[in-house]
């Protein structure tokens, strides 16, 4: 029996799984949840171990979980089915948490973009997922990480960071806080809309990676929308830019030599053409606007928690050398830099989607 099924076994058990449990063992490349494989005699399960250090209220992250799902499997939408625990519980609750999900059985992911269609068809999927959600009452649900998409609050974050800069390492990134200090007044917009009413509250997943989507294996064809942990209200912007930030560059994440690094402005509109052809009868005018601002914005944000963290000693992102979070930062400015530039191609091919 392996160390797995010696580990895990009594706890596969406790959720009403049909058959008996023959295998367990790791799956996926997640880094939040521990991910187990769990095989049975009759079918098979995904089970995974909460990280109840980054998601500190397991009861609430549930209920976003099962409030969605249901409001998705009442539409016939294909989505994460939830397995109760043989106490009729949604998850295990205890020292250690648990769920249990069916396995979604002949998909596959992508871990990056392999090419424009495989992207459109990804802004697709996602977009169906905001209009499938549309009708939800995005203030139900429960913000799983408090301020996740703030950027005026992880600016703050970051100016603290900068003030204390317990490492030593502020004079070693004079270029990339002087870049971040000097675009202050551009972080305001998105939270701003969302209170005084001209940006909608939607239901937002809020990690529209690739690799969230499982697509068919012999179609290529989106079939559910997957890792609904940061599921909260937000805004569309959040979404499409976090895509974007993602899928829309020409190097991995943590690639040193910036001359490989560019925003690509036709991955950008076929992930464009695939999000707003979805979206197109419930986006608004204003969301329209901003959408190029929501890439930008995502990608500013994300290189400033990054350099956040290099400040503060590497506390929060996992690194594998010691400027790993500067790399990382630099890539991100790189990519908002050429996006702010870029703002008028961006708009004009978001126009042309949806006229």
């Not at 979206?279 to 901003?290: F, G, N």
Request: hydrophobic content about 35%; overall charge negative.
């Amino acid at each position: 029996m392996s160390k797995y099924m010696n580990e895990y076994k009594n706890v596969a058990e406790q959720f009403c799984l049909v058959g008996d449990v023959v295998d367990i063992c790791p799956y996926g490349e997640g880094h939040i949840n521990l991910t187990l494989l769990v095989t049975t005699t009759e079918k098979r399960y995904i089970m995974q171990k909460m990280n109840t250090r980054v998601f500190t209220d397991p009861d609430s992250l549930m209920a976003n979980i099962c409030g969605v799902t249901e409001h998705l499997k009442a539409r016939g939408i294909e989505t994460l089915n939830v397995i109760p625990t043989k106490e009729g519980a949604c998850f295990l609750k205890g020292e250690d948490c648990y769920r249990v999900y069916d396995f979604i059985e002949n998909t596959v992911t992508y871990q990056t973009v392999t090419d424009k269609e495989v992207f459109k068809n990804s802004g697709k999927a996602f977009g169906e997922f905001q209009n499938y959600l549309a009708e939800f009452d995005a203030s139900k649900l429960t913000e799983t990480i408090k301020r996740f998409h703030d950027t005026p609050k992880r600016f703050a974050d970051f100016k603290a960071a900068l003030e204390a800069d317990v490492m030593g390492r502020a004079k070693d990134c004079q270029e990339e806080i002087a870049f971040v200090l000097s675009h202050e007044n551009t972080y305001g917009i998105a939270m701003e809309g969302l209170k005084d009413g001209s940006l909608p509250l939607r239901v937002t997943h809020n990690d529209t990676k690739l690799n969230n989507i499982l697509m068919d294996a012999e179609t290529g064809k989106a079939r559910a929308v997957i890792d609904l942990d940061t599921i909260m209200p937000g805004s569309m912007l959040f979404d499409f830019g976090d895509s974007i930030r993602f899928g829309a560059s020409t190097a991995a994440e943590d690639e040193k030599d910036l001359n490989k690094v560019h925003f690509d402005i036709n991955l950008f509109k076929a992930y464009a053409e695939g999000y707003c052809g979805a979206v197109r009868d419930s986006i608004t005018k204003r969301e329209a606007e901003l959408l190029p601002y929501g890439s930008y914005l995502m990608t500013i944000e994300c290189g400033m928690r990054f350099l956040a963290d290099y400040l503060a000693g590497d506390t929060y992102f996992a690194t594998k050398y010691a400027d790993h979070n500067l790399v990382r930062c630099r890539t991100q400015i790189r990519l908002a830099s050429e996006m702010e530039s870029q703002f008028t191609q961006m708009s004009e091919i978001i126009q042309e989607i949806l006229k």
